[in-house]
């Protein structure tokens, strides 16, 4: 909040004192909002009739159906844990070989899927690798 007020002040002030003058015309200011960081959820995230949980450091709802996660962990109702830090563990064994995910994940719930589709996420939690998919039970 107090970038976008400083980034509001800047350019006011910018446009007010450019070259001395003053603009009779009025621009419109994109504010770019982002979204929450969370650090619970329990929710049915694949619409299979099961709640599972995201926990963690970092939890930020995307789109729809769709998470960027940084040293978060998935319960599963049937008792598996899924850690998603800088590697990913399910259950404390890692699942994959992989590089690190210095910025965290995006998981992609399908409704009805038992499977998550995963992203490595870039800086600002774009989907920047290929995809994959962890089963959940």
């Known amino acids: 909040m107090f970038a976008v007020v400083l980034t509001l002040a800047v350019s006011l002030t910018f446009a007010q004192g450019a070259n001395g003058r003053t603009s009779n015309s009025v621009s419109m200011l994109n504010v770019i ?17 099961r709640f599972e949980i995201l926990k963690g ?15 978060t962990s998935l319960m599963t109702q049937n008792g598996d ?15 994959i070989d992989q590089i690190t995910a210095e910025y965290g994940y995006v998981l992609v719930f ?5 499977d998550i589709v995963v992203y490595i996420a870039g800086s600002f939690g774009s989907k920047n690798s290929d995809s994959f998919s962890l089963p959940m039970y």
């Open 33 to 49: 909002k982002t979204n929450n960081s969370v650090s619970y959820i329990k929710e049915d995230l694949n619409s299979d009739g």
């Open 57 to 71: 450091g970092k939890i930020i709802k995307t789109a729809a159906n769709e998470y960027w996660v940084h040293n």
């Open 81 to 95: 844990v899924i850690t998603f830090n800088d590697i990913i563990k399910k259950n404390d064994i890692s699942l």
């Open 110 to 114: 399908i409704p009805g899927d038992k």
